[in-house]
């Protein structure tokens, strides 16, 4: 049996089951949940950096907005104020909408 050690979405299990295959689950505590989003987040990061096509790129992206939900879930705030978040620090400091890549600054 493969060993996996790592979060999965919530339907993962039912999925593996209707497949006809058995697997074992734990529910996280707090602590431990906040531990493995992190590492579903990178994780998620990786595979989008390894995409090769625009499809496989989206996927991933969605899966980084997935993890991303939970995370501020996690941290008590919902995707709305999260986006206010966002707008205020794209009015303060800007967006990436330019492509500006900064190489050095001189004293």
């Known amino acids: 049996m493969p ?7 919530d339907r993962i299990p039912a ?8 697997c074992r689950v734990s529910t996280l505590d707090e602590v431990t949940y906040s531990i493995e989003l992190k590492k579903k987040l990178l ?5 989008y950096e390894t995409a090769v096509k625009d499809e496989e ?3 991933e992206l ?12 996690l941290h008590g705030c919902d995707m709305e ?9 794209a009015e303060q400091r800007g967006a990436f909408q330019e ?3 900064l190489h050095e600054v001189k004293d």
Do not use: N
């Open 57 to 59: 790129a989206l996927e």
């Open 43 to 47: 994780e998620e990061v990786k595979e």
């Open 3 to 9: 060993v996996y050690e790592k979060l999965v979405r």
């Open 62 to 73: 969605a899966d980084i907005l997935e993890v991303m939900r939970a995370l501020v879930t």
């Open 81 to 89: 104020q999260l986006e206010e978040i966002r707008k205020k620090k």
């Open 99 to 101: 492509r500006i890549f």
């Open 15 to 22: 999925i593996i089951e209707a497949a006809g295959k058995e």
